[in-house]
């Protein structure tokens, strides 16, 4: 059974900087892109971000480029999402989501419960 | 970026009924690559269907996709007490957008 267990969320200052991570099992790790779909509260679903099989290509939103990185663990099965200077904005239940394939294209097909990051003073 | 317009924003129906989702693309989408999800409160997002048609293990044949180019739509034959909930496209042909979601609630 593929399991995804997102952890890392909480409250964050303004600038401030967190790490997620989802520990994935069930399923062969390094053969699937990873990534990060976010949720704002009342909100639709966002892709944030992306990661090769490999970990060597890495894919981001236009808002997540110099602020995060992904990243993954082969000897641990785990994807990280590391953010930085939050902003209020960034406001989100994060969900880990795994792809149908090692290669673009490809949908999401398991996704995780998600972890909240809450941006506030 | 191809953006995706779903429609209507809310359907209000009663159990036993037919339900049409539209998912309007403002390109082509590549290869009709086109997934569906089921989003319940508090919950994560459930694969239904992609590549337009097929539908995703365990998913009952009364949820069908279908479309081209950019039009698609998703329909459920009869809805169940556990359909109601937000569903959400997504094209993963150029790149990956979700539409805004269309909410099937209980009238």
């Known amino acids: 059974e593929v399991q995804l267990v997102e952890s890392g969320g909480g409250l964050v200052q303004p600038g401030g900087s967190l790490r997620l991570s989802c520990a994935a099992s069930?399923?062969?790790?390094?053969?699937?892109?990873m990534a990060w779909v976010r949720q704002a509260p009342g909100k639709g679903l966002e892709w944030v971000s992306a990661?090769?099989?490999?970990?060597?290509?890495?894919y981001y939103t236009d808002y997540a480029k110099g602020r995060f990185t992904i990243s993954r663990d082969k000897s641990k099965d785990t994807v990280y999402l590391q953010m930085s200077s939050l902003s209020v904005d960034d406001t989100a239940a994060y969900f880990c989501?795994?792809?149908?394939?090692?290669?673009?294209?490809?949908?999401?097909?398991?996704w995780g419960q998600g972890t909240l990051v809450t941006v506030s003073s | 970026e191809i953006v995706l317009t779903q429609s209507p924003g809310t359907l209000s129906l009663s159990p036993g009924e037919g339900a049409t989702l539209s998912c309007r693309a403002s390109?082509?989408?590549?290869?009709?690559?086109l997934a569906w999800y089921q989003q319940k409160p508090g919950q994560a997002p459930r694969l239904l269907i992609y590549?337009?048609?097929s539908r995703a293990a365990d998913i009952p044949d009364r949820f069908s996709g279908s479309g081209s180019g950019t039009d698609f739509a998703l329909t459920i034959s009869r809805l169940e007490p556990e359909d109601f909930a937000v569903y959400y496209c997504?094209?993963?042909?150029?790149?990956?957008?979700f539409g805004q979601g269309t909410k099937v609630e209980i009238k």
């Open positions: 989501a795994k792809a149908s394939g090692s290669a673009w294209p490809y949908f999401f097909d398991y």
């Open positions: 997504q094209q993963y042909g150029t790149s990956r957008t």
């Open positions: 069930g399923f062969t790790f390094g053969s699937y892109v």
């Open positions: 590549a337009t048609s």
């Open positions: 990661i090769s099989g490999n970990g060597y290509s890495t």
């Open positions: 390109q082509s989408v590549s290869n009709n690559n």
